[in-house]
């Protein structure tokens, strides 16, 4: 059995096929996994790092507004799509995989379509409540469409129903409970907070935590971890440092936070932004949040990410336009200070998290493996 993935350019479209190909791996140790992907991007790190054969193509998106440059980058992608497809045409010939799964980012196009051309069995993985545009176009002729959240249908248009399977997140992240999570931490029963904007770090959402650690620091009432991401780190301590802020040792700013599993497991409210993959997780660890959506994502996907949990009743949304310090603090203090609305919240979001996504997808491949579909 051989299995090619494509997908890149956000660690939200690899790390799904990766874990895929992880689950496989372990179930059929003579499986053969291949991965396309671009030279330039995250993947050309991760995927070869996993001991997976990888391939890379030269691929770029297009741009929508009609000035020179737009029109310039828009010619050389022409091109190099047009160059892509030839070298995958003879990359999927030479490599003859049973199927072809796509997990979004423009590198997955055309795999997809060559693949499809060569009657080569297809499938795509949409990690966000509102595909994107390669999804789209690729779901029109896919042998089946997976879904990680059912909101994502109303934006398809599908000529059979999609496999609803959530999204592959980190097993490790429920291994380890609250209670082993704060003595870890040597944290006592008082409310924690865990806020971080990704592994640069979000300016605004560390300017707004700036002015929330400031609030609270000295009270006593909480703990808190933030991580600045790698440009906020001494920004945030020096401003800090300048007010007079002296960070007690219930208040924490990392630059990154490495033991994650540890700092979920122990938070009471999560503050991050609403990639699909950080939702699922919080789904699956039960995590009341409140979300950020990144505003500078294609079709505003991260909005209708949060509001899948919004309305879930498991999350509260600040849209980055309104977002302030003063405004994090009103809601964060109406959050912390009513434990029987978090604890709502932390069963809301573990009704909306689909723990068994791997699976879940591995039946769908393995059916179109023995050609089921």
Known sequence: MHILFAGGGTAGHINPAL??????????????????GTGDKLESVLVPKKGYDFYTIEVAGFKRSLNLKSIKHNIDAVVKAANASKKVKNLLKELNPDIVVGTGGYVSGPVLREAAKLGIKTAIHEQNAYPGVTTKILSKSADVVMLAMPEAEKHLKLKKKPVIT?????????????????????????????????SLGARHINEAVEELIEHYAGSGKIYHIHGTGKVGFDPMNEHLKEKGVKLPDEIEVREYIEDMDVCMAAADLVICRAGAITLSELALC??????????????????????????????????????????????????????????KMSKSAKKAAIPDANKRIYDVLMKLYTRAY
């Open 19 to 36: 874990a895929v190909a992880d689950y496989i791996k372990e179930r059929h140790k003579d499986a053969k996994i291949s991965y396309i």
């Open 286 to 343: 039960g995590k009341p949040s409140v979300l950020i959506p990144s505003p500078f994502v294609a079709e505003n996907h991260q909005f209708h990410n949060a509001m899948t949990l919004k309305k879930a009743g498991a999350a509260e949304i600040i849209e980055e336009k309104d977002l302030s310090g003063q405004k994090l603090i009103e809601v964060v203090e109406k959050l912390i200070e009513n434990k029987p609305k978090l604890e």
């Open 166 to 198: 959530g999204n592959p997140v980190r097993t490790e992240l429920s291994l380890i409970t609250r209670e082993e999570a704060r003595k870890k931490l040597g944290f006592d029963n008082r409310p924690m907070i865990l806020s971080f904007g990704g």
